[in-house]
């Protein structure tokens, strides 16, 4: 046997990975994101660990953080502004929302820059790009996760048991993930192209607290406002954690179907409009 026929048998042991271009704009393909799922566990992990890495309080602070706001929260808008809370301890009432706002702020401002903090990646290494925004929009689930056992010690201050209803609560957090996923494709290709949008989207994150019932119930909103209210899909997260975790708590499911409607609309278009810029990230980042 030759040595030229030997190599020839070696290369063909090798694993071959076959790039080929997508066959239409929802062509997702999926079976590329399962064969590098270690890709979106090893992006998590490097994200959740670069973030508490050399600090005193480690992961603590993503307990921290929303109890530290908690607190300023309620001096200034319970204590002092005497806004309501449909019945519940403001404070409980304020975490409640805070839980699900936190992990949207993040996973938003996280997936929306996902595609440029990588740019040294996306030009050498080929893999599927869709991998950036949703691995960013992954990590801010240990904090969102370390953040409810805070909370489960702030309801038992208040000897606030919760009840069955807590077992729906992964469903409004993965409405929450499945919304910021969806505004995160659009965010994300959207910077590539127009740096503008990296100045744009804190201020964008920072006016979504003040038009969702996070610091105030949806009962203070004018009923001839809720329909156009509604369509904000953070309201549907933010009322739908605070009915499974909030004894008593009451809402109007009939409020989320324009949310759902939003999320879904968002999350087709920006499939398309990702899949459709995909081919150009690496020319033009």
């Known amino acids: 046997m030759s040595l030229l026929n030997v190599d020839q048998r070696s290369v063909g042991l090798l694993p071959h990975v076959r790039i080929q271009p997508a066959k239409?704009?929802?062509?997702?393909?999926l079976a590329s994101?399962?064969?590098?799922?270690?890709?979106?566990?090893?992006?998590?992990?490097?994200d959740v660990t670069v973030r508490y890495k050399q600090t005193l309080l480690g992961v603590a602070w993503a307990m921290f953080q929303p109890v530290a706001t908690m607190l300023i929260f309620t001096a200034v808008f319970s204590v002092m502004g005497k806004i309501p809370s449909d019945g519940s301890p403001y404070p409980v009432f304020l975490y409640a929302g805070l839980l699900p706002w936190f992990y949207v702020s993040q996973a938003l401002s996280r997936g929306g820059t996902s595609l440029v903090g990588e740019a040294p990646l996306i030009s050498k290494?080929?893999?599927?790009?869709?991998?950036l925004p949703l691995s960013a929009t992954?990590?801010?689930l240990v904090d969102l996760i370390l953040a409810f056992v805070a909370f489960l010690g702030l309801m038992a201050w208040y000897e606030v048991v919760p009840t069955w209803r807590i077992l729906f609560l992964p469903l409004f957090a993965g409405l929450a993930t499945t919304f910021t996923l969806a505004a995160g494709?659009?965010?994300?290709?959207?910077?590539?192209?127009?740096?503008?949008?990296g100045h744009i989207l804190p201020m964008l994150i920072q006016l979504?607290?003040?038009v969702?019932?996070?610091?105030?119930?949806v009962s203070k909103v004018p009923e001839s406002w809720r329909a156009l209210y509604a369509l904000n899909p953070v309201v549907s997260v933010v009322q739908g954690f605070?009915?499974?975790l909030i004894p008593g708590f009451q809402v109007d499911f009939v409020m989320f179907l324009p949310s759902l409607g939003v999320v879904f609309v968002i999350l087709i278009g920006g499939l398309i409009y990702f899949r459709s810029m995909e081919r150009t990230f690496a020319d033009v980042i």
């Open 125 to 131: 290494v080929y893999f599927p790009r869709l991998i």
């Open 242 to 244: 605070r009915w499974a």
């Open 212 to 217: 969702s019932p996070i610091l105030y119930p």
């Open 208 to 210: 979504g607290m003040f």
């Open 33 to 46: 994101l399962w064969h590098y799922r270690e890709l979106i566990y090893i992006l998590v992990w490097r």
């Open 138 to 140: 992954m990590s801010p």
């Open 185 to 197: 494709l659009w965010i994300s290709a959207l910077y590539v192209r127009y740096r503008d949008v």
């Open 24 to 29: 239409g704009l929802l062509d997702l393909d």
